[in-house]
């Protein structure tokens, strides 16, 4: 049941956002030099490694200036880039990952293999079941780069927050039903309505004040 979840999901997703994509990967060109899209290779179910789609929101060759985890105040994501991590968009393409049974629509998110490698294997069992857009850690840590400090974010990153979120995974591959995707899923949008919106509003130009007199 979940994969059919997945596949009538996404398929449709995938379509209806084909012109939105579209017009965000363009975007991605104009606003920095560059590809579009990223690709990462990331561990999925069972630990084989797959490749992870995402808009591109950093500069070109940003791990050879920097480490691996971002900090809010970054100065390797771009203008652009900074939009689309707030609201999420960047990671539309991985409706793609979904449709091809890379990914679910929810689930562990997927992790990079250099912390997979960290893993004990209690935390290991978050392997066992298909990494996900969205998900409990994922919904959790909505601001997770700017709870990491800028003078070694990976390492704040292994130490406090990756086994937090390994551990609400965990609870999820312990928890998961078809009902706790569909709550889930709905949490994501009302979400990701939320972000776009205070985006837009702060896109906006302030209000004047009249001078005092």
Known sequence: MKRLLDVSLSAPLLVLSAPLQILVALAVRLDSPG???????????DGYPFTLYKFRTMIVRAL????AITHASDPRITRLGAFLRRTRLDELPQLLNVLRG???????RPEDPRFVALYTPEQRRVLSVRPGITGRAQLTFLDEAKLLGHLDPEGEYIRVVLPRKVAIDLQYVEDRSLLLDLRLIWATILVLVGELFNAGASALPAQRRPPLS
């Open 64 to 67: 050879d200036q920097g480490p």
């Open 102 to 108: 890379d990914m679910s629509l929810v689930g562990p």
């Open 35 to 45: 590809p579009a899209f990223y690709r990462a290779i990331r561990v999925g179910r």
